[in-house]
């Protein structure tokens, strides 16, 4: 039988740990989020933040803004004491060039997301793939690590940080001419496209470890789950959930660093 590395479960226990921190701090924690536009995919991960934060007891703002307004937006946020933490929600509807400037416009100290080279917090994704993998006791050691996707959400950060680990990494995107051989004898395949089915279990070697933190569409042809080998995420309530508990780590270690 397949094992599945059930994120969703793990979030659970992290989110009550969470709530007992918030309890102890002198001050609430506040989490702005900025947007450019609603998209329905923005409307659900805002959704899933905001009744994270309620659940532990953390406010959280957010801003549907214009492009003409955004970066003032930002600006004003950064200057207010009351913010502890601020994230720009990706993606922006064909403005790839703006959204850099926004991500680059928060202030390091309030970067939750850690997408800026500056912040002081680690990426949210990349961070919640490797407790996921943790809570499961799975090891990458030894094993080729193939990251598909260098985005700068998840495959490059990711990537960096297990280059700098030690780990065997192959740095994968759309310019791979051959995926499939690629792929051919990664021991772990961690994977960020957002193209449906874009890996088959015929590209995916005996014991693999499959990782897909492909939001919101899954990167996993169906034909992976009904391998019993592999190590695998489930899409959704793999890598997401954990994302978000993630991202309220670095902003409760945030509010600690300013109230002690």
Avoid: C
């Amino acid at each position: 039988m397949t094992k599945l590395l059930a994120g969703k479960d793990v979030a659970g226990f992290i989110q009550e740990r969470h709530a007992q921190t918030v309890r102890g701090l002198l001050v609430a924690p506040k989490l702005a989020i900025v947007r450019q536009g609603a998209t329905p995919a923005t409307d659900a991960y805002l959704r899933v933040k905001k009744q994270y934060g309620a659940d532990i007891g953390v406010m959280v703002d957010t801003y549907t803004e214009a492009p003409a307004d955004l970066m003032a937006r930002i600006a004003a946020l950064n200057a207010d004491p009351s913010v502890t933490g601020i994230i720009v929600q990706l993606p922006f509807a064909d403005q790839p060039d703006l959204a850099e400037q926004a991500l680059a416009a928060v202030a390091p100290a309030k970067d939750v997301d850690g997408l800026s080279p500056h912040s002081p917090f680690e990426a949210a994704t990349p961070k919640a793939i490797l407790w996921l993998l943790a809570a499961y006791n799975v090891d990458l050691s030894g094993r080729r690590i193939a990251v598909v996707g260098q985005g700068r959400l998840v495959g490059a950060p990711l990537a960096d940080r297990l280059d700098a680990s030690g780990h065997d990494v192959a740095r994968l995107d759309e310019h791979t001419p051959n995926l499939a051989a690629a792929l051919h004898d990664a021991g772990a395949i961690i994977t960020a496209t957002g193209q449906p089915g874009l890996i088959t279990s015929a590209m995916v070697a005996d014991g693999a470890i499959v990782v897909d933190a492909a939001s919101p569409r899954s990167d996993l042809a169906r034909d992976l789950f009904d391998r019993a080998d592999l190590i695998i995420t489930p899409n959704p309530g793999g890598v997401g959930p954990m994302t978000v508990a993630s991202l309220f780590d670095n902003l409760l270690i945030a509010a600690q660093t300013r109230h002690p």
